[in-house]
């Protein structure tokens, strides 16, 4: 069993600062690539920045510049730090892993994801 946990959403005024965290626990055996997706009411969820297990990083344009993707491989850790917040970045985060389970199977996990709403 692999799970995946995310923390650190909330509520925070427009030009504040939050950061997400995913814990990834159970029967690891590797973790690819992981992300971080958003889904805002009424849209579909997007891809906000991924980050391979090398530590190559891509960003949402709509992100870029605001949006710090990074990754504690030791402590199986995603994290997503959010400066200069906007309205428009309201939605709920996912994290994402593709990860390698000690019986050598391989699949996408999702945590449940975190609100993250952002007040003008």
């Known amino acids: 069993q692999v799970q995946l946990v995310e923390s650190g959403g909330g509520l925070v005024q427009a030009g504040g600062s939050l950061r997400l965290s995913c814990a990834a626990s159970?029967?690891?055996?590797?973790?690819?690539?992981m992300g971080w997706y958003r889904q805002a009411p009424g849209k579909q969820r997007e891809l906000v920045a991924r980050?391979?297990?090398?530590?190559?990083?891509t960003y949402a344009e709509a992100v870029k510049g605001r949006f710090t993707i990074s990754r504690d491989n030791a402590r199986h850790t995603l994290y997503l730090q959010m400066s200069n917040l906007k309205p428009e970045d309201t939605a709920v985060y996912y994290c994402?892993?593709?990860?390698?389970?000690?019986?050598?199977?391989?699949?996408?996990?999702w945590g449940q994801g975190t609100q993250v709403t952002v007040s003008s």
């Open positions: 994402n892993a593709d990860i390698t389970t000690w019986s050598w199977s391989r699949r996408d996990y």
């Open positions: 980050i391979t297990s090398a530590g190559t990083t």
């Open positions: 159970g029967s690891i055996g590797g973790i690819n690539a």
